[in-house]
């Protein structure tokens, strides 16, 4: 949620939810009274996002527009936004969520040292796993560059 006191967090949404689990989140959103959804996951999570949003304001059985073109004009209110605007405004929503929870933001928060940068580098570059599926090459001065950024 973009500009709510309250943020909600839903994570509980399993693969290829029943319609049923998306109608109580619907109304669990709509009692709080959102101005909007912020999306992480996967397919299933992200895919329900968009079926949130756009029948926020849909009083009625939403197995009723399952078709093409059916939920037009239906849609969780947010103001025009570019793709930039709108990602500034998430990562700038995601921080006060963080302060307001007092989430620690940086490496020094967490009573990392400096000095422990290259080690970080060095154990990271060795998570292969997480490497492979990132879009960039990333050596260990890249990384050890993202953690002295993140300190």
């Known amino acids: ?76 209110p947010l103001a025009n936004k570019t793709s930039l605007d709108m990602a500034n405004q998430v990562v700038d929503a995601i921080e006060a969520l963080c302060r307001n929870v007092e989430i620690p933001a940086t490496l020094r928060d967490f009573d990392i040292s400096e000095d422990a940068i290259p080690l970080l580098a060095e154990e990271a570059s060795k998570v292969t796993r997480l490497l492979r599926n990132n879009p960039r090459k990333l050596s260990k001065q890249d990384i050890a560059q993202i953690y002295k950024e993140a300190f």
Do not use: W
Request: with cysteine; glycine share 10%; proline share 5%.
């Open 1 to 76: 949620m973009l500009n709510c006191e309250c943020p909600i967090v839903i994570d509980d949404i399993p693969p290829e939810p029943e319609i049923g689990i998306i109608e109580q989140r619907l109304a669990q959103l709509k009692q709080h009274k959102v101005d909007g959804i912020i999306a992480v996951g996967g397919g299933s999570a992200i895919d329900s996002a968009k079926v949130l949003a756009a029948t926020f304001d849909y009083s009625g059985n939403i197995a009723d527009l399952f078709g093409e073109n059916l939920v037009a004009g239906r849609t969780l």
